[in-house]
């Protein structure tokens, strides 16, 4: 088990969106962020105190937490400097970068000297079955995004809240290191290899009551050239009944691909409405989740209501204006 409460470590993040696993570990474990670590030229802010390591520890914080997702997954020289520091004062280490924790001489041999715990949290721990396709029991919603980093995780987060609160059978299935972190449980799929992978979205999500629904963490998008490879995985080897669209309309262009626009909501719509189907011929688009964060609240609500009227489907931002309306649709299936 991972010590609580967490230091969330931003480092030099070079934005908000960059920090996205400290931001999900603020939003939905709270009383676990005791406060956050930058360094210099850092462009991240969770609005949570900035400490120290030795302010940190007398605040109680036990584990420091890696909470940025850079591109590769890389722990860089400057980086490793506050981590021998943190084992040396006394912080666990956890991280779900693909540069693991363990593979690194240097924090290993202070670990061992200090009796400090590292977790490496993208390390499948389970030997996964190839993807067999049959039907099981019980009823799962997965988000599928127009890019990465639109919500997915936020939106099935949401929408198992929304569940729960309405006395519903509900389980929220983490499958990346952030949805691992705040749950302390799940898969981490795209560590696991590829044959595996829909094998892996099975395991995780087996049969269950008949009006019981796994809201399924989503990963990737279909059309980013870099990361298509996770969704479809999860596609099929999590035969949803119920697919969320997920977007973010105020991009430029795909997350780290200049050279790439963003596909559009009916794109997307069809193209993965159509991957779904082979696994589960009856799986519906029901509704889609608008990351509104950097819009005001005028222009996001009429951003909705644009997108309901266009489309012929309930649209709301779960996390600012809850997932009543996607659990409506869910539950009208």
């Not at 709270?30 to 360094?39: E, H, L, S, T, Y």
């Not at 912080?91 to 693991?100: E, K, R, Y």
């Amino acid at each position: 088990m991972i010590k609580t409460p967490y230091l969330l470590f931003l480092g030099d993040a070079p934005d908000q969106l960059a920090a996205k696993v400290a931001i999900g570990i603020r939003d939905w474990r709270p009383d676990n962020a005791v406060g956050q670590f930058r360094m210099e030229g850092c462009g991240a802010d969770l609005g949570l105190t900035d400490m120290s390591l030795e302010e940190a520890k007398a605040a109680g914080a036990k584990t420091l937490v890696v909470g940025v997702a850079n591109r590769g997954g890389v722990i860089s020289k400057e980086w490793k400097k506050v981590l021998v520091t943190a084992l040396e004062e006394g912080f666990d280490l956890a991280s779900g970068l693909h540069n693991l924790l363990r593979d690194e001489p240097d924090l290993v041999a202070v670990a061992e000297a200090t009796g400090q715990e590292l977790h490496d949290v993208r390390i499948p721990e389970v030997e996964y079955p190839i993807a067999n396709g049959k039907k099981r029991t019980g009823k799962r919603c997965l988000a599928v995004g127009t890019d990465c980093s639109v919500g997915k995780m936020y939106t099935a987060l949401c929408m198992d809240a929304e569940m729960r609160e309405r006395g519903l059978k509900s389980t929220f299935r983490a499958t990346g290191q952030t949805g691992i972190l705040i749950t302390g449980d799940g898969v981490p799929l795209d560590a696991v290899i590829a044959d595996f992978m829909a094998g892996s979205v099975e395991y995780l999500t087996p049969d269950n009551d008949d009006d019981h629904w796994d809201h399924i963490e989503g990963q990737g998008s279909l059309f980013h050239v870099s990361y298509s490879g996770v969704t479809m995985a999860l596609i099929h080897g999590g035969q949803p009944d119920a697919l969320v669209l997920a977007h973010e309309p105020t991009r430029e262009h795909m997350r780290g691909l200049p050279e790439y626009t963003q596909p559009s909501l009916e794109e997307l719509r069809d193209m993965a409405l159509g991957l779904a189907k082979v696994a589960n011929p009856a799986c519906q688009v029901i509704g889609i989740s608008v990351n509104t964060q950097h819009m005001s609240d005028d222009d996001a609500k009429a951003y909705l209501a644009k997108v309901e009227a266009d489309m012929g489907l309930p649209a709301t931002d779960p996390f600012r204006y809850g997932a009543g309306k996607l659990v409506d649709a869910l539950e009208a299936i």
